[in-house]
């Protein structure tokens, strides 16, 4: 009987940490999506220093984040998120209007995709 109760408190203590990670991921990677939001709509208005700002502002963000993400996402994942963040911050800052919209797009769908494909759904499990 004890071994089966340890067992089954080990697989509820794992679900909780999954859920937990699963929850922590939403809510960072929504927080950066909405910042890249905001810069984009300010560059759409011609303000790229305010959007470059918040750019930064987002990696910042990103950054600080780092060690989580490297724990729960995939390595591939999370540096192409990396190398995303670094061209758009270059668009931004030297005010490459043809190029920052679609980046900053690009970028924003790329950060919601990675939360999107952690969440435990029937089509992530096949």
Not at 24 to 42: C, S
Not at 47 to 62: G, H, L, N
Not at 80 to 93: C, D, K, M
Request: proline residues 3%; hydrophobic residues 50%; glycine residues 6%.
């Amino acid at each position: 009987m004890r071994p089966l109760v340890l067992g089954l408190g080990l697989l509820l203590l794992c679900l909780v940490l999954c859920l937990t990670a699963t929850l922590l991921l939403d809510r960072f990677t929504d927080h950066a999506a909405a910042a890249l939001e905001t810069a984009r709509k300010l560059a759409a208005d011609g303000d790229y220093p305010a959007a470059a700002a918040q750019v930064r502002a987002a990696w910042r963000y990103w950054e600080a984040r780092r060690g989580f993400f490297g724990v729960v996402l995939r390595h591939a994942e999370a540096d192409g998120v990396h190398g995303s963040f670094r061209r758009l911050l270059a668009y931004g800052e030297n005010a490459v209007a043809q190029e920052f919209a679609p980046a900053c797009a690009e970028l924003i769908a790329e950060i919601r995709h990675l939360a999107e494909a952690e969440r435990p759904h029937y089509y992530n499990v096949w």
